[in-house]
């Protein structure tokens, strides 16, 4: 299939998450069973119908907010739509994607057979056989809806368009937390299939501007429900085999995992032998690189003692001489701009040698529609002398995206896109831990960012 698409003209449109809908609360039903979309007048609702109506009746896909990142959403159910987000994205072909529902009654009916019903009603569940698997009932009841993806076999024959599963026998399916998705899924009456809303490769967006940077000319609609919340997508976890496997590291961790009946043992299975591209990907986000800038990323492990205290000077200066190696003869050398992403120990400047500020600025990376409540990413710009002569060789531009874990993974995309619309030409980062809470997401992000990895 081309990838090359005639220019589109692309539109924000600014969506409130408040009042969108609610499950129904009906005695005897479970909690996430129905979700109900309100039936007031609202600009809000009336953006999300018209956006509802677009993913019923063409083939580009919409980009809307969820909790985790941006989304670029697709009727999963029909070839033609899911083809786009192929198109759109510059997407390899046997990566699958994610569908997203808006509740259990839609994902029993993914779950289906085509030509069949859900079953017969037993005024419980409302079926006779509940064709969601036993094991992920614990998950389901503790994390959704919220950033856990879970691994489901596709029934045959399936509803969704084989797109979407890249020729695997089974799916990913989530129920996102915010408002607007599940409002959106609702609306449009079909499952979602939506990878993050950002061209392959590249750090995937929390904000619709990041969205815009990716994907303007490409899509024709981006709903701006605001910056989003987690930062990293979705735990992508596979109960199907004995152990459960986690697939993706994401918004829920392991020891979470582990509380909850039947995944006491869960294990990491996203080091297998997809990730170094001999298998075809069982979950998004496995095989190919992902996650990366356009300015090259070298990652210095929690682990390496070498660079505790920040960059170490021979990385530095090694970039530089390869650098000047590639210029042609008679040509000045360009300012060097260097990006720095400090997280729990490195200190301002990360031990290079540099002058006091020159600018200080602060980019809003996240806003609460709720609370109000604000994040933002400062950015230091200082002059960079060598280290050995004292001679002016750049800017330095400097970022700390927090100490705790969820700081950093909220920043971190965020952070990466902002070193490189400042046109960094390279960009060392610390790494944390990745043996709690989110960390395990952050570094999984990070060594597939990563040019080179110190370790």
């Avoid at 085999?241 to 996203?270: A, F, H, Q, T």
């Amino acid at each position: 299939m081309s990838q090359d698409l005639p220019r589109m003209s692309t539109r924000i449109l600014r969506v409130s998450e408040k009042e969108l809908g609610k499950f129904r609360e009906d005695d005897g039903q479970e909690k996430l069973r129905t979700w109900e979309v309100s039936q007031s007048q609202s600009p809000s609702i009336d953006i999300l119908r018209e956006a509802a109506e677009y993913l019923k009746t063409k083939d580009t896909p919409v980009a809307f907010p969820t909790e985790t990142v941006y989304g670029l959403g697709a009727d999963a159910t029909r070839s033609a739509a899911v083809k786009g987000i192929y198109t759109a994205k510059r997407r390899p072909a046997d990566n699958p994607l994610i569908i997203h529902v808006s509740d259990l009654d839609m994902l029993r009916s993914v779950l289906t057979p085509e030509n069949t019903t859900n079953g017969a009603t037993n005024g419980t569940t409302g079926i006779l056989h509940d064709q969601i698997p036993e094991i992920y009932k614990p998950l389901i009841e503790r994390f959704w809806p919220g950033p856990l993806t879970i691994l489901l076999p596709n029934p045959t024959p399936s509803k969704l368009a084989p797109e979407v599963t890249a020729g695997l026998k089974t799916f990913g399916a989530r129920m996102p937390k915010s408002p607007l998705a599940l409002s959106l899924i609702k609306l449009t009456g079909a499952p979602l299939a939506a990878p993050s809303a950002n061209a392959s490769t590249k750090p995937s967006p929390t904000t619709a501007d990041h969205v815009l940077e990716d994907l303007d000319g490409r899509i024709e609609l981006i709903l701006d429900g605001g910056p989003c919340h987690v930062g990293v997508e979705s735990t992508v976890v596979d109960g199907l085999c004995d152990p459960p496997l986690i697939l993706r590291p994401g918004g829920v961790s392991i020891d979470e995992l582990r509380g909850c009946v039947g995944w006491e043992k869960v294990e990491k299975g996203y080091k297998d032998q997809s990730e170094t591209g001999k298998a075809a990907p069982r979950a998004p986000g496995m095989k190919y690189k992902h996650y990366s800038p356009k300015a090259k990323v070298i990652l210095y492990e929690s682990t390496f003692a070498a660079a505790k205290e920040g960059v170490q000077a021979d990385d530095l200066e090694a970039f530089i001489q390869d650098r000047r190696s590639q210029q042609e003869p008679g040509n000045k050398d360009q300012i060097l701009q260097i990006g720095i992403i400090r997280t729990r120990h490195w200190k301002p400047a990360a031990g290079l040698r540099c002058g006091d500020s020159k600018k200080r600025e602060t980019v809003k990376t996240w806003a609460s529609n709720e609370s109000q409540e604000t994040s933002e990413l400062e950015v230091e710009e200082t002059e960079l002398y060598d280290t050995t002569s004292g001679a002016s060789i750049g800017k330095l531009l400097d970022i700390s995206i927090g100490e705790d874990a969820r700081s950093i993974a909220h920043g971190l995309f965020s952070a990466l896109r902002e070193l490189d619309r400042r046109g960094a030409d390279i960009i060392f980062v610390e790494g944390t831990v990745d043996d709690e809470d989110i960390g395990a997401a952050v570094m999984n992000r990070l060594r597939k960012a990563a040019s080179q990895i110190r370790s």
